[in-house]
């Protein structure tokens, strides 16, 4: 069974730093592409950030120099390392799973956290 659990959420005042995990058990991260996406009350689903198998990174234009995704392949974790928090980034976080490039269009998956949530505000 593929489980991804988010971890590190909480609530922080504007302008602090928090760190989310993802851990995953049953899935290799090294062979997927990971994103962080995140979901407000109100809003769009939004990809935050995002990491490929093979390590090229993408990060939405609100969170750019702010937040950093990156992958441990030996503990099979994403992290998101958020800085300069501000109120919108308030929302649910979730990881997000799907195949790499490297194994083909027949492999179909689409696997996802639980969530764990961010609230900024003084």
């Known amino acids: 069974q593929v489980q991804l659990v988010e971890s590190g959420g909480g609530l922080v005042q504007p302008g602090e730093s928090l760190s989310l995990s993802c851990s995953a058990s049953?899935?290799?991260?090294?062979?997927?592409?990971v994103g962080w996406y995140r979901q407000a009350p109100g809003k769009q689903r939004e990809l935050v950030a995002s990491i490929s198998s093979d390590w090229h990174t993408n990060y939405a234009d609100s969170v750019k120099g702010r937040f950093t995704i990156s992958r441990d392949n030996h503990k099979n974790t994403v992290y998101l390392h958020m800085d300069n928090l501000t109120p919108e980034d308030t929302a649910a976080y979730y990881c997000?799973?799907?195949?790499?490039?490297?194994?083909?269009?027949?492999?179909?998956?689409?696997?996802w956290g639980q969530g764990t949530q961010v609230t900024v505000s003084s």
């Open positions: 049953g899935i290799l991260f090294a062979i997927n592409n």
């Open positions: 997000n799973v799907r195949p790499g490039s490297m194994l083909g269009s027949e492999v179909k998956y689409d696997y």
